[in-house]
C-alpha cells in the first residue's frame, strides 16, 4: 500500500479532482505554507494502481514537481476496498511499481559503503573456502550474505531508463567492489599456501567446484541471465527481492573468488578463465534485467516524452545504446568461443563413441570424456583430452589410446593431446 502525496497547481486543480472522483480515490486537501497558488493533496492507493493513477494525472496537469510516495501499513477511507478490488483482484489486476518506486528501491538495496565492503570479503571469503574445500554447501552460504544485487540492479535500471547517473553508480560499485574480492581472495589464498594450511602442490584445476567456472560456457552464462531476469521482475513488483540477491551473487562471488585463487596458485590460466566468467555475467546481469523491465514495459522518459527516434537523435538514449554495444561486443566474443569449444566437445565425443562402438571394446564402458582448453579465443593454444573407460581387469586394450588419439585427431583437424584413463573392474561370480 501506497500513500502519496503531490503538489497541485491551483489553476489545474480542478483536472486533478476529476480524475480522482472518476477512479473513486479519497483524497484530502490541504494548504501549502511556500505558496498560496498549491495544494498539497494526499490519498492512499494499493501500490499496484499508483502507475496507472500517477499516468492519468499527470496527463491532466500534475508536473511531478513535488511527488511523495510513501508505504503505508493500512487505510480506511470509503472507496479503498472498491481500489483493492479493482487492481488488485479484479480485471486491472497488475503487480507493477512506479518508475520513481523502481529506481528508489534498486537504491535502497545497496547498504552503506562500510557495510557494502565488509560483507563483500565476507562472502568471497567464504566462497574461497568453499571452492578449495569443493563444498557446495560452502559456498552458497558465500551467496547469501554477498551485497552486489543493489548495485547490479542500478546498472540495470539505468540501462532500461537511459539513466547515465544510475548506470555509473551500479558499474562503479560492482567493479570496485569485485576488484576488492579478487585481491582479497588472492591474499587469503597466497596465506593459506605459505601457511601449509592448504599444500602448495594441490592441483586446484582438479577441484570440480573450482573448474566449473574457469571457463564460460553456456550454462554458466545463463546463471547471469536468470539472474539478471529475475531481479528485474522483483523489483518491478512489490515482491521481496532478498532471493533475487542469491542468484545474483550467484554469478559473481564465486567467480571473483575462483580468479584469486588461480592467482595465488599461479595458474593463469585458472585466473583468466574465471575472470572472464566474471567479466562476462556481470555484463549479462545488467542488460537481462533491463531486457527484462523493457519487456514489463518500462522505458526511458525520453522515450516516453518524444518518441524512440527523437529520442534517439536528442542523445536521450546515450546510456543504453552504450551498454548495449558493450555488452555485445563482449559477449558475442564469448559466445564465439563457447560456441566454438562446444562444436570441438561434441565432435569429440562422437569421435570417442565411434571408436568404442566397434566389436573388439564391447567390453568397455565409457565413463568420462573431459576436455580442458588453454588459452583464449576461437582457436585455442592446445587442447587436452582425458578419456576414462572402464575395463575388466587383465585386460590392457594396448592399442585403444593409439586408435582414440588418431580418430579424435582427424575429426577435429587440430593438435590434440589425448591420455585414457582406465579403471578395472572386477565382476563377482556365484
Not at 496537469?61 to 493500512?74: C, K, M, P, R, Y
Not at 478490488?85 to 552503506?112: C, M, Q
Not at 540477491?245 to 578463465?273: H, N, Q, R, S
Not at 536521450?316 to 564469448?334: H, K, R
Request: hydrophobic letters at 50%; glycine letters at 8%; charged letters at 15%.
Amino acid at each position: 500500500m501506497r500513500f502519496i502525496h503531490v503538489q497541485v497547481p491551483r489553476a489545474r486543480s480542478d483536472e486533478v479532482f476529476e480524475v480522482l472522483a472518476n477512479e473513486q480515490i479519497d483524497y484530502v486537501v490541504t494548504e501549502t505554507a511556500e505558496s498560496d497558488d498549491d495544494l498539497l493533496v494526499q490519498f492512499p492507493l494499493p501500490a499496484q494502481a499508483v502507475d496507472a493513477v500517477l499516468t492519468d494525472l499527470r496527463e491532466a496537469g500534475l508536473d511531478d514537481s513535488f511527488t511523495v510516495i510513501a508505504t503505508a501499513e493500512t487505510a480506511s477511507t470509503p472507496h479503498f476496498a472498491e481500489l483493492e478490488a479493482r487492481f488488485v483482484e479484479g480485471e486491472e489486476e497488475t503487480d507493477a511499481l512506479t518508475r520513481e518506486e523502481i529506481g528508489s528501491k534498486a537504491r535502497n538495496l545497496k547498504p552503506s559503503t562500510r557495510t557494502y565492503y565488509a560483507m563483500t570479503l565476507l562472502s568471497v571469503l567464504v566462497a574461497t573456502v568453499g571452492l578449495l574445500l569443493d563444498a557446495p554447501s560452502v559456498v552458497v552460504g558465500s551467496m547469501v550474505i554477498a551485497p552486489q544485487v543493489g548495485a547490479a540492479l542500478t546498472a540495470s535500471v539505468g540501462v532500461a531508463f537511459s539513466d547515465g547517473r544510475m548506470v555509473r553508480d551500479g558499474v562503479v560499485a560492482l567493479v570496485l567492489g569485485l576488484v576488492v574480492a579478487i585481491g582479497f581472495a588472492t591474499g587469503f589464498g597466497w596465506l593459506l599456501r605459505t601457511t601449509q594450511f592448504v599444500s602448495g602442490a594441490v592441483d586446484v584445476t582438479t577441484i570440480s567446484q573450482l573448474s566449473t567456472r574457469t571457463s564460460p560456457g553456456v550454462l554458466s552464462l545463463l546463471i547471469g541471465v536468470c539472474a539478471g531476469a529475475a531481479g528485474a521482475f522483483g523489483l518491478s513488483t512489490d515482491l521481496p527481492v532478498s532471493l533475487v540477491g542469491v542468484a545474483v551473487a550467484a554469478a559473481l562471488i564465486p567467480a571473483a573468488a575462483a580468479t584469486g585463487i588461480g592467482l595465488a596458485w599461479g595458474y593463469p590460466v585458472v585466473a583468466a578463465g574465471a575472470a572472464v566468467l566474471l567479466v562476462v555475467n556481470l555484463l549479462t546481469i545488467t542488460t537481462s534485467g533491463a531486457a527484462a523491465l523493457w519487456y514489463l514495459g518500462y522505458r526511458p522518459a525520453a522515450w516516453l516524452d518524444d518518441g524512440p527516434l527523437a529520442a534517439l537523435r536528442a542523445g536521450g538514449l546515450n546510456a543504453t545504446l552504450a551498454a548495449v554495444v558493450v555488452a555485445a561486443m563482449v559477449t558475442g566474443g564469448v559466445g564465439t568461443t563457447v560456441a566454438s569449444q562446444s562444436a570441438f566437445e561434441n565432435t569429440t565425443n562422437d569421435a570417442v563413441e565411434d571408436v568404442l562402438d566397434r566389436d573388439a571394446y564391447e567390453e568397455l564402458t565409457l565413463l568420462a570424456v573431459d576436455v580442458e582448453f588453454t588459452g583464449f579465443g576461437v582457436t585455442p593454444t592446445s587442447r587436452a583430452v582425458t578419456v576414462r573407460i572402464s575395463r575388466p581387469v587383465d585386460e590392457p586394450y594396448p592399442r585403444l589410446p593409439v586408435r582414440l588419439d588418431e580418430r579424435i585427431t582427424a575429426t577435429t583437424g587440430g593438435d590434440v593431446s589425448v591420455s585414457v584413463e582406465f579403471v578395472e573392474t572386477t565382476r563377482a561370480t556365484a
